[in-house]
């Protein structure tokens, strides 16, 4: 058995046995995430890309704004969400052009969100919330920031009954992928929001989630 929690130990990424809060960022490249969303088949565009009003469906996960419950709120170009999240857990869409698009940008095609200036100005592009729900609880996912200048972010989970797990701020923002476990790996979350103080907004792309592979 000691043998086994040692190995237990020794597989799972760092910060998760170091960061003492409820959701730990952590190294991708040290968790096994077996389902991906990417959105290449998807329609897209350039500049202020092609926009989504409604809640977008993906297999394993939908997307949108916030979650019932929740309200968002402007600070300067940015999106805040806040308010409590209602259980069971529910996507909702951001108004009319306050949603989200998906853009086409150097060969990789990104979802982004649309702040209060609306679709399709460059004030509100990559300034907006993005809600993500999957369909199973999670303990573990990842995902690739698009355009961070610097700026931070802060991406907020959720349970199924809309209880809020903990809010992990990433700062700097950037050109990279982030990682997040459950520090108790406790498979638990439900959904997340991303929102950003970033100069020139941000985008997210190849989301990665799903059961860690048991050991036998």
């Known amino acids: 058995m000691k043998q086994l929690v040692s190995l237990l130990v020794a597989l799972l990424p760092t910060g998760a046995l170091a960061c003492g809060a409820p959701v730990c960022l952590v190294d991708p490249n040290g968790l096994s995430l077996p389902q991906i969303i990417t959105f290449e088949d998807m329609r897209s565009g350039a500049g202020p890309g092609y926009l989504i009003d409604d809640i977008l469906p993906m297999p394993g996960a939908t997307f949108g704004e916030r979650f019932a419950g929740q309200n968002v709120i402007s600070q300067g170009f940015h999106d805040e969400v806040t308010g409590t999240a209602f259980g069971p857990l529910t996507m909702l869409p951001g108004a009319s052009g306050q949603n989200l698009s998906l853009v086409r940008f150097s060969g990789n095609t990104m979802l ?99 059961k860690i592979p048991e050991l036998s």
């Open 112 to 210: 982004n969100g649309y702040g209060a200036a609306g679709f399709p100005k460059r004030d509100a592009q990559g300034e907006g919330a993005i809600a993500v729900l999957f369909d199973e609880d999670q303990s573990a996912l990842a995902f690739d920031l698009r355009g961070g200048e610097a700026g931070i972010a802060h991406v907020t989970f959720h349970r199924r009954d809309g209880t809020m797990i903990g809010t992990v701020p990433v700062d700097p923002t950037g050109e990279f992928s982030v990682g997040f476990m459950r520090s108790d790996g406790i498979r638990d979350i439900a959904g997340f929001t991303v929102t950003n103080k970033d100069p020139q907004g941000m985008a997210i792309d190849t989301i990665r989630f799903g």
